[in-house]
């Protein structure tokens, strides 16, 4: 199976997760990258039971929008049962980095807000220990040379995705050369420094449930 199958078949599972255990009316959180995408497609086929959905970045508004999927401001809403999202890796703490396409905080904050958190992804993603994919990071565009240099005192060697702009106006920092041992610790020591949004570490509020797509079929990881 190529990963594009591997995703489109978790993604597949996601949205039977979500017609089997959400509640009719609901609005569901949706995530940002290929693999949301997939679901978003997989989502639209159940169109009539849900009631809408909250995005997680302008390109996941637009292609729910392309659906026909009703789409909320998140202050209008303040019950999510189940947020859908990928992840760049995960371990089996269901600890996540997220970021890869630069939506870490908005789908931070419709993450917070949903009851259940359903990561889907790729058997790739599941790693040991995470640090191999740069740890993207949201930062205010005058406080990028001093968040760099309080990275670097942390161990790792930020490097600034060129010509990014995030949803919310701001750049990523992307670390590499972590070996992130102690998730949690490091999520809450990074979001300390001055100027930064968030960092893609979702330790502090992990996924629920894993949707691991491979070569055998789709396995899951509950928490
Ligand atoms: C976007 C994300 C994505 O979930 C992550 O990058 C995984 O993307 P993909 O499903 O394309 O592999 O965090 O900010």
């Known amino acids: ?3 594009d199958e591997l995703k489109k078949a978790v993604a597949k599972a996601a949205a039977n997760y979500v017609e089997r255990t959400t509640p009719a009316g609901s609005i569901i959180g949706v995530g940002t990258g290929s693999t949301a995408n997939f679901f978003i497609d997989a989502l ?15 390109a996941t508004h637009k ?16 019950n999510i049962p189940v947020y859908v999202d ?10 996540m980095i997220k970021g ?30 995470m640090g191999k994919f740069p740890l993207p990071v949201e930062v205010i565009p005058m406080a990028r040379a001093h968040v760099a240099r309080e990275l670097v005192k942390l161990g790792g060697r930020p490097q ?9 106006g701001n750049l990523i920092l992307d670390v590499h ?6 998730p949690k610790e490091l999520e809450a020591q990074i979001n300390q420094i001055t100027g ?17 797509g491979t070569a055998e079929g789709v396995t899951s990881i509950e928490d």
């Open 177 to 182: 050369g972590l070996s992130i041992t102690a």
């Open 196 to 212: 930064v949004v968030t960092n893609g570490l979702f330790a502090m509020r992990p996924a629920n449930l894993l949707l691991l």
């Open 100 to 129: 890869g396409g630069g939506a870490l905080t908005r789908e931070k904050i419709v993450a917070a807000v949903a009851k259940t958190f359903v990561c889907i992804c790729d058997g790739s993603k599941l790693v040991d220990t």
């Open 63 to 78: 292609r729910l929008e392309s659906h026909g999927i009703p789409v909320f401001d998140l202050n209008d809403v303040d």
């Open 1 to 3: 199976m190529t990963q």
């Open 86 to 95: 990928g992840a760049d890796e995960i371990d089996a703490g269901l600890n």
């Open 160 to 168: 600034e995705r060129a010509g990014f702009v995030t949803d919310n």
């Open 44 to 58: 639209a086929s159940l169109k009539v039971k849900y009631k809408g959905a909250v995005a997680s970045s302008e």
